[in-house]
């Protein structure tokens, strides 16, 4: 008897720990995002594949369901707050080349997250994608309206031309009639002469300056090249006690104008730049000071070059490195402001 009652209690605990296909009600559905969403990485130009998430929990992924209140414990209550989660589409958009024309012609899809309430037993809300698509008009206008659901990706393919790789998630509303989003493509054939290069310079973190010549990719102590930069650390440190950490990128005879990372960086602007970035701060002697990973447009020999380039600085880097300096980097020597 003893066993039977063992075995019957092991498998009423099994049947309880199953995994379920949806989340049980547990917490409010946030109201519908107002902020644009990433399109997962890879993906830039396609609908994403999985339903997209506008304020996902801190355990939850892209495609899951995504957990509700339902403090009276129906499923009208679930229904209705669903329903406040589901608000009409009203997007409007424009294709335009490199060159700011209109392009007609081009294939947009959408990919659209909707809630739907499940199971009046279990009490638990899932998504699904609905998919649209449409194609824009003689002046690279596009419309989408009537559906709904709380945020949506944008794909847009045409043949001869490349989307520019950006985030392109949004939701549920964006653009107007006057003021449509903007997406810019670009001709297959535009691509120019660049040189490039990806470095890591070994340097010494005592404010002494580092010239780097982005043209042949090397670093010096001596004036000259297209970047000054430098980083001020003590190296007598105690562990836990606070220094003084600071450091500075310069252009010699340019500027430079920060985006932020992910940018496509295709087309360097022709104004905005400073003659240098610089950041100060402080530091607990056994740790690491950097800036992170930082993205400029660069404008070079007073205006006749422009480039881009992505750059960490470190230091300390790690016991056997004092300083360090990561470096990637594209320019055009021609004068043109195209990065591509």
């Not at 003689?138 to 950006?166: C, M, S, W």
């Not at 602007?269 to 950097?290: E, H, I, M, N, T």
Request: charged share 20%.
């Amino acid at each position: 008897m003893f066993l039977l009652v063992s075995v019957a209690m092991m498998l009423a605990l099994i049947f309880w720990l199953r995994p379920r296909h949806g989340v049980i009600v547990s917490m409010p559905l946030p109201e519908a995002a107002q902020t644009t969403n990433p399109v997962p990485p890879g993906n830039a130009g396609g609908v994403p594949q999985r339903p997209f998430l506008s304020a996902p929990p801190t355990n939850s992924t892209a495609g899951q369901s995504k957990p509700v209140t339902n403090n009276r414990g129906t499923l009208e209550d679930l229904r209705e707050v669903v329903k406040k989660q589901n608000i009409p589409i009203e997007f409007y958009g424009k294709v335009i080349d490199q060159d700011s024309n209109a392009v007609s012609a081009a294939k947009i899809k959408i990919g659209i997250r909707h809630w739907t309430a499940l199971d009046p037993a279990l009490l638990f809300a899932d998504s699904k994608q609905i998919e649209l698509e449409q194609t824009s008009d003689a002046d690279g206008r596009f419309e989408f309206h009537g559906a709904t659901g709380d945020g949506f990706g944008v794909g847009i393919t045409k043949d001869g031309y490349e989307l520019e790789p950006n985030r392109y998630g949004f939701g549920p509303t964006a653009g107007s009639s006057d003021n449509p989003v903007i997406f810019k493509m670009w001709s297959t054939n535009v691509h120019e002469h660049l040189i490039g290069g990806d470095n890591k310079f070994q340097i010494v973190p005592d404010g002494r300056p580092y010239f780097i010549n982005l043209t042949d990719g090397t670093i010096s102590e001596s004036m000259g090249g297209d970047l000054k930069v430098w980083i001020r650390y003590t190296n007598q440190i105690v562990d836990g006690q606070l220094y003084d950490w600071s450091c500075a990128i310069e252009v010699v005879n340019g500027g430079l104008l920060e985006e932020g990372l992910g940018s496509a960086m295709y087309e360097a602007p022709s104004d905005g730049y400073v003659p240098a970035f610089q950041f100060k701060g402080q530091l607990k002697g056994g740790q690491r000071g950097d800036i992170g990973e930082r993205q400029f447009y660069v404008q070079l020999k007073s205006g006749h070059e422009y480039g881009q380039v992505k750059i960490g600085l470190y230091a300390p880097f790690n016991d056997q490195i004092p300083g360090l300096i990561r470096l990637s980097y594209v320019v055009n020597p021609s004068g043109s402001r195209v990065l591509r």
